[in-house]
């Protein structure tokens, strides 16, 4: 038996609840490779998952957590032997499949990467799923020609998750770095990240008023979406590029194909959910190496199993900052 955050779901009422119980190795669903999880996050589907509410969960009773990293206990194949540290974001795990509040974790062998030699399991967590995607979104920003010098990156939502891994990565690599937030006393934690100009969420959430404004940004990483996206479209330089993760802001795009036709602005959406194993690798050792790893530690809340059903409720209300680390033996 091994303890995990288990949710369930009245029948008659439809409510769920949340609750660290013990279970049994074969209540794991299916697939080849068996880790023991050392490490998870909190991001803001597993607070939907641990809600009342709980809309992103098919299958009740529901382990969620939508990223891992530990060490292989058992494999089904060749690729991955007892005593290899994997790390798996994606693939719907914590939503369709038991993910990695649980202290074993049982998957298919093409969702795990094996972990680059640099990171360890818990540090690995402190990027988690959040700067994992945040990597991404920089390595598409490169791949259509940022680079350091070329002016302002504009991070916004830059105190969340996404945000304040992106803005560490882009400032280690040599960017100036703006960081969009509503919360004034996220400045100092923000500049202690790297980023060189502190944006107030207001300014850049106005009402669109013209399709094109100066240019301003030569490239953003967005993790707001909505009408703050089609703001921040108008305001690119000339062949920019916006990498956009997000939907907080709504799926909704109040913009015109002006910024597009007219100054040659690029839209990269980024999906870190079925990314090509390539691609993870690449991210992962990319993150390995450019990464600050001793600003990890101002990302960081440390958490357990039983801190998660009120986590859970706080990060739906805007409430935690950061990356929530969760020690599954803690």
């Given at each position: 038996m091994f303890k995990a955050l288990v949710v369930e779901k009245d029948e008659d009422s439809g409510k769920t609840s949340a609750a660290v119980k013990d279970i049994a190795l074969e209540d794991l669903p299916e697939g080849e490779v068996t880790v023991a999880v050392e490490y998870s996050t909190l991001n803001y589907k597993d607070g939907l998952c641990i809600g009342p509410g709980g809309g992103l969960v098919r299958k009740y009773p529901h382990v969620p957590g939508i990223d891992f990293a530990g060490t292989v206990e058992a494999s089904e194949d060749d690729r991955y032997k007892p005593g290899d540290r994997v790390v798996l974001t994606g693939w719907r795990v914590g939503e369709a499949h038991w993910g990695g509040y649980a202290e074993k974790a049982r998957v298919k062998a093409d969702w795990l990467v094996p972990l680059p030699e640099g990171l360890s399991t818990k540090q690995a967590m402190a990027v988690g799923t959040a700067g994992f995607t945040a990597m991404l979104a920089v390595m598409a920003l490169e791949d259509h020609g940022l680079a350091p010098g070329q002016g302002l990156v504009l991070v916004t939502g830059a105190s969340g998750g996404v945000g304040s891994v992106a803005t560490a990565i882009l400032a280690n690599l040599g960017y100036e770095v703006a960081g969009v937030t509503g919360r004034p006393d996220s400045a100092d934690y923000l500049k202690s990240l790297g980023a060189t100009e502190i944006v107030a969420r207001e300014e850049i959430a106005e009402t669109v008023k013209r399709p094109l404004e100066s240019e301003r940004w030569a490239g953003c990483v967005d993790a707001v979406g909505g009408a703050m996206l089609a703001r921040v479209l108008g305001q690119m330089k000339y062949g920019a590029s916006v990498a956009a993760v997000g939907l907080a802001g709504g799926a909704g795009l109040?913009?015109?194909?002006?910024?597009?036709?007219?100054?040659?602005?690029?839209?990269?959406?980024?999906?870190?959910?079925?990314?090509?194993?390539?691609?993870?690798?690449?991210?992962?050792?990319?993150?390995?190496?450019?990464?600050?790893?001793?600003?990890l530690e101002a990302m960081i809340q440390p958490a357990t199993l039983a801190d998660l059903p009120q986590l859970g409720a706080d990060i739906l209300k805007g409430q935690v900052r950061?990356?929530?680390?969760v020690d599954i033996a803690g």
């Open positions: 109040p913009a015109t194909v002006v910024p597009f036709l007219l100054r040659g602005v690029n839209l990269l959406g980024i999906d870190s959910v079925m990314q090509p194993y390539e691609n993870r690798l690449r991210a992962w050792k990319r993150i390995a190496k450019d990464l600050p790893m001793d600003k950061g990356r929530v680390v």
